[in-house]
């Protein structure tokens, strides 16, 4: 850790994430934390970032945690956690009551059909992402696994706990067994 | 009182399921994002396939972390107090192991087993993310102009440096004339 931030900073720099967070908030986290504030270097970043993403739930939220508690414990993981959720659920709540009222508008339903378009986009640069960095490691036994887990999803033959429980111990032991 | 009994109804089945998801969801939430669709659209009826891209559309357009998908889902479903329920818990359950997890993921870095359980859940979990993009891709896409612009948003943010969610703002203004 290079500085340590007091519990009033922390709170503060995950407020001004959370604001700026469109279409993501882990590229913002990055920016402010290491490229702005220096509170980690890149590799704390990438490490406390992969350790988010094993941890079940939001990697942003569980990432709020984590630094957050490394600085200033229990206070300072609160302070994260509550800038980062509490000014978008205000805003969100709001933008679901006008949904509510202005979805019938066909201009508006035209727009939002507009917009989801696009957010499905979004959906495939994450994966292709993913997908890259997975082809790195050994493609031949990761990428027919991720394909498998994609098959059995979305033909509706196992659902996402089923598929976690049956391809997720064996994926495990592949991984176990290879790097022995 | 029937109102009522549909209320808590919702409220009860959102913060059971959202919580039993939010557990499970290794690598971030946009890997249970199948099954919330799942129980959303086809389970509970909270709202049509095209709700569901709309409000993910949404979120990714509005300033926040992507998986307050959540609060406009809890909004549709029961109100205020729905998207309360639904983004705590998402985030309070998870945000709890995170808190317990910090200190014996640092004690266990290298440790064989917990390399090996983290290199065998990604590829799982990525083909999960994969079936979501279909989701996705299947609940937004009805028009040659909305795969077009589906692909526009994947070439843009795979292969350039520039941010995608300006494609969003020419998506919205096509979709609004009429044209999705």
């Given at each position: 850790m290079?500085?340590v931030p007091t519990?009033r900073e ?17 590229a ?6 290491v490229?702005d ?8 970043f990438a490490?406390?970032?992969s ?9 942003i939220?569980n ?7 490394r600085f ?6 609160l302070a ?22 202005i ?6 339903r035209?727009?939002?059909n507009?917009?989801s ?10 994966l292709v992402n993913?997908?890259r ?5 050994r493609?031949?036994?990761t990428?027919?696994?991720c394909a498998?887990s ?18 997720g111990?064996?994926s495990?032991?592949?991984a176990?067994?290879?790097r022995? | 009182?029937?109102?009522s ?6 409220i009860?089945?959102l ?15 946009n890997?249970?994002l ?20 709309n409000?993910?559309a ?5 300033p926040?972390?992507n ?5 406009l889902?809890g ?6 107090a729905g ?8 985030c309070?359950p998870?945000s709890?192991?995170?808190f317990?997890?910090?200190k ?12 090996a ?5 990604v ?11 279909a989701?996705?891709?299947n ?8 795969y077009a612009?589906?692909?526009a948003?994947a070439v843009?943010g795979?292969?350039?440096r ?10 919205a203004?096509?979709?609004?004339f009429?044209?999705?």
């Amino acid at each position: 850790m290079t500085n340590v931030p007091t519990t009033r900073e922390i709170f503060f720099a995950f407020f001004r994430i959370t604001m700026l967070a469109f279409g993501g908030a882990i590229a913002w986290v990055h920016r402010s934390l290491v490229v702005d504030k220096k509170w980690l270097t890149e590799r704390e970043f990438a490490e406390t970032l992969s350790l988010c993403q094993f941890l079940p739930g939001p990697n942003i939220t569980n990432f709020a945690v984590v630094v957050g508690m490394r600085f200033r414990g229990v206070r300072g993981a609160l302070a994260a956690l509550l800038a980062l959720i509490v000014p978008p659920v205000v805003i969100l709540t709001g933008i679901g009551a006008l949904y509510e009222r202005i979805a019938g508008v066909a201009a508006v339903r035209g727009a939002l059909n507009g917009l989801s378009a696009a957010a499905a986009g979004l959906l495939i640069v994450l994966l292709v992402n993913l997908l890259r960095s997975l082809a790195r490691s050994r493609p031949a036994v990761t990428l027919p696994i991720c394909a498998a887990s994609f098959a059995v999803v979305l033909s509706g033959v196992l659902s996402i706990p089923l598929a976690l429980i049956t391809l997720g111990p064996v994926s495990i032991a592949i991984a176990w067994f290879r790097r022995r | 009182m029937h109102a009522s009994h549909a209320f808590w109804a919702a409220i009860y089945a959102l913060f059971t399921r959202v919580s039993g998801l939010a557990l499970i969801s290794f690598g971030g939430v946009n890997t249970v994002l199948p099954a919330l669709h799942h129980q959303a659209v086809n389970e509970q009826h909270w709202m049509t396939d095209r709700d569901f891209a709309n409000l993910f559309a949404l979120a990714s357009v509005s300033p926040g972390p992507n998986f307050m998908v959540l609060t406009l889902i809890g909004y549709k479903a029961a109100g205020v107090a729905g998207a309360l329920v639904a983004t705590f818990a998402l985030c309070i359950p998870t945000s709890l192991l995170a808190f317990a997890v910090v200190k014996v993921w640092d004690r266990f870095r290298t440790a064989h087993w917990r390399v090996a359980i983290q290199d065998g859940l990604v590829p799982v979990t990525v083909g999960f993310v994969a079936a979501a993009a279909a989701l996705l891709v299947n609940a937004s896409d009805k028009s040659i102009a909305a795969y077009a612009i589906t692909a526009a948003v994947a070439v843009v943010g795979t292969v350039t440096r520039f941010n995608p969610l300006w494609v969003f703002a020419g998506a919205a203004v096509v979709g609004a004339f009429g044209f999705v």
